[in-house]
């Protein structure tokens, strides 16, 4: 039974497609990749024994590695952080003076708790900025919570890096999820993961490697917004059409039914 969640909220988090995302990883495969991690959803619904997971965002993965390796106390730091909006605007202050360690994990979480619709975002200088969201983005995570996602990450080596080098690392028989931010040109959607971090040129980057995957012997999925740019990226693998909800312009309030395209050298069954 796969019964694992993510301890932070994510834009762009895939958690409302993971039942179209299973499908594709099978009992034959012997370790999974997330080279655009975020939150890593799918990972946690799958529970892999083996992982390679990565991310452009190194304070992101700063958490993940803390949490890993020191759960309990990641907790106990976090469970002392005072709540309200004055105590964020102070621990967001707080966070961008210190340098990594425990304490800043702790911060990162309970920043990504309350901020704004779980958006990591920041200011030329790279200080995280993103505004305060009111008591309605649910409770900080509990023990058991983050207890469990440091046993299912036992498993994972989790780096900073650009998903090209994570690619390198692809052998016969992984697994790899593939969830890019949208990067699309003349539409109005936000830069959200920090600056210039997934352009429009990184789109046919990520296509051209997806064919070195599949001559590896490795299973990939990409989701992807549907979109021109993308159908003509991905054209020639196969392409499934998955219908889910995507805040507009950033409020999770207000949400729209949207297409994302499911792109892989795996054909499902019919019916899957
Ligand atoms: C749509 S989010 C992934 C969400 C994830 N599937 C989840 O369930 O939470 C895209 C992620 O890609 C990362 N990213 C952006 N550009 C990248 C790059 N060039 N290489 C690796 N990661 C990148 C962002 O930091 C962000 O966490």
Redo the contacts with the bound molecule.
């Keep these: 039974m796969h019964n694992g969640k ?1 301890f ?1 909220r ?6 409302r497609l993971i039942p179209k995302l299973l499908p594709y990883w099978g009992d034959g495969h012997k370790r999974y990749i ?9 990972f946690f619904a799958i529970e892999p024994s083996d992982a390679l997971l ?4 190194s304070d ?1 993965i700063e958490t993940f590695c803390n949490l890993r390796d020191h759960p309990r106390a990641v907790y106990n730091r976090l469970q002392k952080l005072p709540l309200g909006e004055d105590a964020y605007y102070c621990i967001r202050q707080e966070y961008a003076l210190k340098s990594p360690s425990l304490d800043r994990a702790a911060r990162f979480i309970y920043l990504n708790r309350f901020c704004f619709n779980g958006l ?1 975002r920041t200011n030329l200088g790279g200080k995280f900025n993103v505004p305060y969201a009111g008591s309605k983005t649910g409770s900080l995570p509990s023990q058991d919570d983050l207890s469990y996602a440091a046993k299912i990450l036992s498993c994972a080596q989790i780096r900073t ?4 080098e ?1 690619l390198q690392d692809v052998q016969s028989g992984d697994f790899v ?1 593939m ?3 949208y990067a699309v040109q003349n539409r109005r959607i936000f830069r959200q ?2 600056p210039d ?2 352009g429009i040129e ?1 789109i046919a980057r990520l296509a051209a490697a997806l064919a070195d995957i599949d001559r590896s012997g490795a299973t990939f999925v990409v ?1 992807y917004a549907m979109c021109r740019e993308a159908i003509e990226a991905f054209a020639g693998w196969n392409i499934r059409r998955a219908q889910t909800q995507r805040s507009v312009a950033g409020f999770s309030k207000h949400r729209r039914k949207a297409v994302e395209l499911l792109i892989s050298n795996r054909k499902l069954p019919d019916g899957d």
């Design positions: 993510p932070l994510w834009a762009g988090s895939k958690k997330e080279p655009f991690m975020g939150s890593a959803a799918l990565s991310d452009i965002n992101l990591y890096r650009d998903f090209s994570a999820y969830d890019p931010p993961y920090g971090s997934f990184d989701s």
